[in-house]
């Protein structure tokens, strides 16, 4: 797998001369038809499934890289669990693919596992947040050099995170959203494993990987997970046509993306029908992780919806904060607010039928809320009490 192919206009070109099309898209590699198979494990259950210690590498054959060693081994395998206790009467049934147990607690080590495992030398991302945090534990990993550059308001207790992998970190003043093109120079000395690198976009693909081969000989009838840059929902995109060309799925699930309302320039580009997508003005949202007002695959990720006849939603700031509390206390998972835009977009479009009680919904849960500080506990949640007055305190509850 060395050729890399352009979804627009189908040129093509060998990896490492170009980092994105000269009609300005973004590249992924070719993958051969005869390379794509199930690994054989048995049809899975759709209530419950999980490959316990099997990692992404399971589908090493349609990977630009080979198995490494150490944390990288580790990525991938997430379970997949159906959820009835945030399912609705109307709703579909809801299956949580829980990206959080990976390593580093996100999808993006997925794509850097692969990344590390192709590339030699020193490696770097722009990112403030979990792909920051997962190029610099898989290059500690690796005894690799790591240069991390992030946003001038990254906060603190991220920085502090990040640093513990003991990487070069730079906070960056001036236009952070240029630096995704300031990093393609290929002078550099640092392979920049970005947000929808070939590379990235290559092992972020297996998510859908197994979540196709845990609904086998089916497919679930829809995947919705969280948009940034675009390069997951262009991963997802880029297995299901695999799997369809291989001819192991026969139809392709329709791709639901959910953006934070305060920034959503693919949901508008969706809304007016347009086929690209603009750069918008975005303003403060507590989906951070997704806070991206010029997404460099936006326009493929567009596509991807275009294509699985899906849509693109905005999600309100007062419902995703009610979403990451409500999956923390009915479902028992902390997520940070840019994963819970998608299951609030699931309950969107249950509200308007698009997604019906009869259909099956695997939703995208891109990262851990455990890593991240929480809005203030609320004083009532929280109750000093001394040690004499817990007996008669627990009475009570039970009572």
Known sequence: ??????????????????????????????????????????????????????????????????????????AGGTPLLRTPSIETAD??????????????????????????????????????????????????????????????????????????????LFRVRGDYGRLYYDTLDGDLGVTFLNSDSPLRVAGQKTVAYEICEAFRPEVPDAIVLPVSSGGQASGVWKALRELRSAGLIADLPRIYLAQAARCDPIAQAYRRGASRVDPVTDEPTAAVSINNADPPSGNRA??????????????????????????????GIAVEPSCAVATAAVQELSESTELGSDEDVAVIVTGSGYKYESPETESTAVREIDRGDVPAAVRDLAS
């Open 91 to 168: 709703g579909p049934r809801v299956h949580l693919k829980l990206e959080g147990t990976n390593p580093t607690g996100s999808f993006k080590d997925r794509g850097t596992a692969v990344g590390i495992g192709r590339v030699d030398g020193p490696v770097g991302t722009v990112s403030h947040g979990n792909m920051a945090l997962s190029v610099a534990a898989h290059a500690a990993a690796t005894d690799r050099e790591a240069v991390i550059l992030v946003a001038e308001d990254t906060p603190d207790s991220r920085l502090a995170m990040i640093a513990q992998h003991d990487p070069h």
């Open 302 to 331: 567009l596509a991807a919806v275009h294509d699985t006849n899906g849509a693109v939603l905005s999600i309100a700031e007062e419902t995703l904060l009610a979403e990451t509390k409500r999956l923390a206390a009915e479902a």
């Open 1 to 74: 797998m060395d050729r890399l192919v352009c979804y627009n206009c189908g040129a093509s070109y060998s990896f490492g001369t170009a980092a994105r099309c000269t009609c300005g898209e973004p590249l992924w590699f070719e993958t051969d038809d005869e390379a794509v198979s199930w690994p054989g494990a048995d049809p899975g259950s759709t209530d419950a499934v999980s490959y316990g210690h099997d990692s992404l590498w399971r589908y090493e054959s349609v990977l630009p890289a080979v198995a490494p060693v150490g944390l990288a081994a580790a």
